[in-house]
């Protein structure tokens, strides 16, 4: 016996949530699944730029104050490579401080409520690509087969999905090791943003989380990413009079570093299944919830498999051109360079 749907979409992160909400609004009957359990825990220093809360509107969503870490908002600081005192905050920006558990799982929440058919513990195992798609998942050791008109990916930065398609080109990944203290340092309440090639060729950064400080660095070779958080925390020191006190929780996460590949016939992917992430940032959620809207509306609007892939590969055009843009700069560019941008933005926030 197959289940049959008109979209499977793997993985219940933003992405997944977001897409299967605006499947169900377009009438697509919608089954969700995801490995893990509802809010399952996901490594991210959760910093949410104001814009993505226009995405939230269009799936009729607001975001809600019970998602939101402690403090709820941060501010902007940049810190350049010649140090703090040439850094400063942007005026009149902030962005949001998420609590990444918590928004995860109020997003699946809502689309459980809007009619999404969502499976926790339930883990893709495969596809098989034709007319219609069929996949095999797997709950508890219960095999289930499902045919699709359509499957979406959205299963982070090392999907199986993706993995799936011959045509796609393998992840590169970026690791980023973020470590949560007890401590002290002269910081506020802002989200620094630590710009030097001598501490990482990528970037550091530092936030406050309900009475933590969640520090965290990037690099391309985990044993590089390690020595780097090591030069941040005693950078933070000289620069911060940063005292760690305790470290609470070290973990390590992923974020898709190579080519974006958004999806082949009737797959499709997003989020960072499909590479959408900012190299220069280490952003995701945004282009995770916005190329799931899209996704969505794409295969509404479609008459048939392929095409719906065409209007998606369109649509996604000014995401993908954006992340492109952001591909090497952290590699390509010497500190000068870093120095000049850090100094760029803040004239340019204090224009007004
Ligand atoms: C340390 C770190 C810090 C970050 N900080 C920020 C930040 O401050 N701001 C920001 O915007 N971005 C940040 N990011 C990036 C951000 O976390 C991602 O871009 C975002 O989570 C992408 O969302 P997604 O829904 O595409 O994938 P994910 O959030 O990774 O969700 C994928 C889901 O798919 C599920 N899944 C995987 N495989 C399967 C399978 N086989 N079957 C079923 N389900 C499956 C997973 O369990 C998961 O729930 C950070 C990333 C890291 C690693």
Not at 11 to 25: T, W
Not at 45 to 60: I, K, T
Not at 271 to 277: F, I, P, S, V
Request: proline letters at 4%.
């Amino acid at each position: 016996m197959k289940d049959k749907y008109d979209v499977l979409i793997v993985g219940a992160g933003p992405a997944g949530s977001a897409a299967s909400i605006k499947c169900v609004e377009e009438g697509l009957n919608t089954l969700l699944v995801e490995k893990g359990g509802l809010g399952r825990h996901k490594p991210c220093a959760g910093v949410l730029p104001p814009v993505a809360s226009y995405v939230l509107d269009e799936l009729g969503l607001h975001l809600s104050d019970n998602v939101l870490s402690d403090p709820p908002k941060l501010k902007v600081f940049y810190v350049p490579p010649s140090g703090r005192a040439n850094g400063g905050e942007l005026r009149n920006y902030f962005v949001f401080n998420l609590d990444r558990d918590l928004f995860d799982r109020w997003l699946a929440e809502k689309a459980v409520e809007r009619g999404v058919n969502l499976q926790t513990n339930t883990n893709f195992i495969t596809l098989e690509q034709g007319a219609q798609v069929e996949a095999i998942l797997e709950t508890k050791g219960n095999i289930q087969k499902v045919e699709v008109e359509y499957i979406v990916g959205a299963d982070g930065a090392n999907s199986k999905v993706r993995r799936c398609l011959k045509d796609a080109p393998t992840q590169k990944l970026l690791t980023v090791i973020q470590e949560s203290w007890e401590g002290y340092g002269e910081f506020e309440d802002s989200f620094y943003t630590i710009l030097n090639r001598k501490i990482t060729p990528t970037y550091g950064y530092l936030l406050k989380k309900r009475g933590t400080l969640l520090i965290g660095t990037g690099a391309k070779d985990s044993k590089l990413c390690v020595q780097s958080l090591e030069a941040l925390k005693s950078w933070l020191k000289s620069m911060f009079n940063f005292k760690p006190n305790k470290m609470i929780k070290r973990e390590v996460g992923f974020l898709p570093y190579g080519e974006c590949f958004i999806g082949c016939g009737n797959v499709m992917l997003i989020g960072d299944a499909a590479g959408l992430c900012n190299r220069f940032s280490g952003e995701g959620i945004r282009f995770a919830l916005e190329s799931g809207l899209t996704v969505a509306e794409s295969i509404k609007d479609a008459k048939s498999g392929c095409q719906a892939l065409e209007i998606y590969k369109m649509r996604a055009q000014p995401i993908l051109d954006f992340v492109e843009k952001t591909a090497n700069i952290l590699e390509e560019k010497d500190d000068k360079w870093r120095e000049e941008f850090v100094l760029t933005e803040l004239r340019r926030s204090n224009l007004w």
